[in-house]
């Protein structure tokens, strides 16, 4: 059984990046902080900082505050599940924009209230969402990685398909002989986040361009991304069923059905979890699975 106060003490420093700031962070001396991390260091056999400036985790220590974040998860949402009246129990998740609006949000906002569950969604990349899951800040995620995670749980979804869009103008301007490696190094490409690897790997695997010989737009705004691309700023990459759902009447249409990009998802959920979540988990589960399964066949 690990000693929470010295698990606080060496949690404190990993946030705070120094002894110092981490004992006026629990209201105690920094040699009281130094003395519990170091008694945790002898209890453990291992040694869990790298004193620096700033301190870090060794890699002994990062795996233990990661699991210290989902314990202080998971006793948060333990904690709100029995004491909170109204009785929701909150699930937070991470998701890429495009999965989280094309996919996950249709799903959740017509189940949230029937399962009694309230959602805190972390957006980041598709690549990203599972380093969340790692370090204890959500409760599940969906992502392209099949890496299991220790205490966690792992589904495969389906593959969801990507394609190329721009307006009709930014078509005939950019792409009058059809998608080539010149028409795409010369084309600027509108973009929700610029760490996310799936456009980059496709540019690159297709057509042998890096994402330094490529020009592009970063707009992390869905509304803004999407009137860019109907105002000839670039073509962008997003999921089909965005495509089919709303854009086509905003004059924006595919390029070529010919580069479809199909990326494989997963779900990852902690291995445990309270009986109302995991209930909102397999109708994820099992809605996602059915959703992308549809999607598969229109492409094919």
């Not at 946030?15 to 130094?34: D, N, W």
């Not at 190329?164 to 301007?173: D, G, H, Q, T, W």
């Amino acid at each position: 059984m690990l000693d929470k106060i010295k698990c606080d003490a060496f949690s404190a420093v990993v946030e705070t990046g120094s002894f110092e700031k981490a004992g006026k962070k629990l209201c105690v001396s920094q040699s009281a902080i130094s003395q519990r991390v170091r008694l945790l260091e002898e209890r453990l056999g291992n040694v869990l900082l790298v004193r620096e400036r700033p301190c870090k985790p060794t890699p002994f220590g990062a795996e233990l505050f990661a699991y210290l974040q989902r314990v202080s998860l998971l006793e948060n949402v333990f904690l709100k599940s029995v004491i909170d009246n109204n009785k929701f129990k909150p699930l937070p998740i991470a998701a890429s924009i495009g999965t989280f609006e094309s996919l996950l949000f249709p799903i959740l906002a017509k189940y949230c209230l029937s399962e009694s569950i309230t959602i805190d969604v972390k957006i980041d990349t598709l690549c990203n969402t599972i380093e969340l899951l790692k370090r204890g800040e959500v409760q599940a995620c969906i992502t392209s990685e099949s890496e299991i995670i220790r205490g966690c749980t792992s589904v495969y979804l389906g593959n969801m398909v990507y394609c190329l869009v721009a307006s009709e103008n930014f078509i005939n301007k950019w792409f009058k002989n059809g998608i080539n490696r010149e028409s795409l190094r010369l084309a600027p490409l509108v973009l929700f986040n610029e760490n996310e690897r799936i456009y980059f790997d496709f540019l690159e695997f297709n057509f042998g361009l890096k994402k330094s010989m490529i020009p592009f737009h970063i707009i992390p705004s869905t509304d803004s991304y999407i009137f860019g691309l109907a105002c000839d700023m670039g073509y962008g990459i997003i999921p089909i069923c965005k495509m089919n759902q709303d854009l086509s009447n905003q004059g924006i249409k595919e390029i070529s059905k010919e580069y479809r990009i199909k990326i494989p998802l997963y779900w990852h959920q902690l291995s445990y979890l309270s009986p109302a979540v995991l209930i909102m988990n397999d109708i994820i589960i099992k809605h996602s699975t059915t959703i992308l399964a549809t999607i598969g066949n229109e492409d094919a």
